[in-house]
């Protein structure tokens, strides 16, 4: 009984620690995020201008206000497009830098994972200032090169339909080393005997890769998707900077969250800002309990 008495007290103990630990962090985050999620909810329901002043309750005019105009569905639509294509892309070329990298194809594996990972930890910005030089229609180097094979320039930063795929570029180019270093933790987590007992069993490289190691790196996985879709909906750096001309406002690529932002910072509107930023909410919400939902199934 006095085993079981000091084990139990010792428990206790051990689990007052642990909260005492994660106590501040705890707080910390519920005043930095749950706080001003509550806050802009409360105040999606009134007409409120950017000095804090509020006219009066305006209920749902705010959501509908919003969802009637055609320059957020451009953004949702938008929005909805790149995450698609970048959550994909990103994800893809991260697998197969991380099957290069544990497969040993280079020498020093080391110096390439430092390459790789480089664009992670540069400033967006600049990086973005730099690959639109790169598209630029009269000096980009990208034009150069079609060019020099004999491909007419291309407008990347200029025509709307097509502006979209820079900025897609510069995102996968972004992320992909961070995809990378955590695909390749899963592939060393699992057992080089699962692939030994394959080989012996006559299975090809793919059959190896798609019966062993997809259905392995699916915890994974699942956990770059979501990353990757909360962080591409989001997307707003980029997209403002590459479809920015010298005086233009960057609407070129409409985004939700740049549509938040000229609500709030243009139109001074606080209210359909807070009424938009609900919705995005609403929106990461439905798309990553969906992504669990299909993981699950």
């Keep these: 009984m006095k085993v079981t008495e000091t084990l139990q007290k010792k428990k206790v103990m051990d689990n007052l620690f642990v909260f005492s630990m994660l106590a501040p962090v705890i707080v910390g985050f519920l005043i930095i995020r749950f706080i ?27 959501y509908t206000s919003i969802l009637s105009e055609g320059p957020f569905l451009e953004a949702v639509w938008n929005t909805l497009y790149f995450t698609v294509l970048t959550t994909f892309f990103g994800v893809v070329f991260g697998v197969i830098l991380a099957l290069m990298v544990d497969s040993h194809l280079f020498r020093n594996t080391n110096i390439f994972q430092s390459l790789y990972f480089l664009p992670v930890v540069i400033s967006l910005v600049p990086a973005t200032l730099i690959w639109k030089c790169l ?10 090169m079609l060019s020099f094979i004999g491909i007419e ?34 592939l060393r987590a699992i057992p080089r005997m699962y ?5 012996i069993d006559g299975a090809s490289g793919w059959q190896t890769f798609w ?54 910072f243009q139109f001074y509107d606080m209210g359909g800002a807070s009424a938009s930023a609900m919705l995005l909410l609403v929106l990461v919400f439905v798309l990553t309990w969906l992504q669990f939902r299909i993981a699950k199934d």
């Excluded at 200029?158 to 390749?184: E, H, Q, R, T």
């Design 36 to 62: 001003p999620i509550g806050h802009t909810f409360v105040y999606s329901f009134y007409e409120r201008n950017l000095m804090g002043e509020t006219a009066g309750f305006v209920g749902l005019s705010n």
């Design 135 to 144: 598209f630029d229609y009269n000096y980009g180097f990208i034009n150069y």
């Design 153 to 186: 320039r291309i407008e990347w930063l200029i025509n709307p339909k097509i502006c979209i795929y820079p900025v897609i570029v510069v995102s996968v180019w972004k992320v992909v080393g961070y995809n990378m270093v955590i695909f390749l933790v899963g």
């Design 195 to 199: 692939y030994e007992s394959m080989e």
């Design 211 to 264: 019966r062993l190691t997809v259905p392995l790196l699916k915890p994974i996985t699942l956990f770059v998707l979501v990353i990757s879709l909360i962080n591409n909906l989001k997307v707003f750096t980029q997209a403002f900077v590459m479809s920015q001309a010298f005086q233009g406002s960057g609407e070129i690529v409409r985004t939700i969250v740049y549509v938040i932002y000229q609500i709030a």
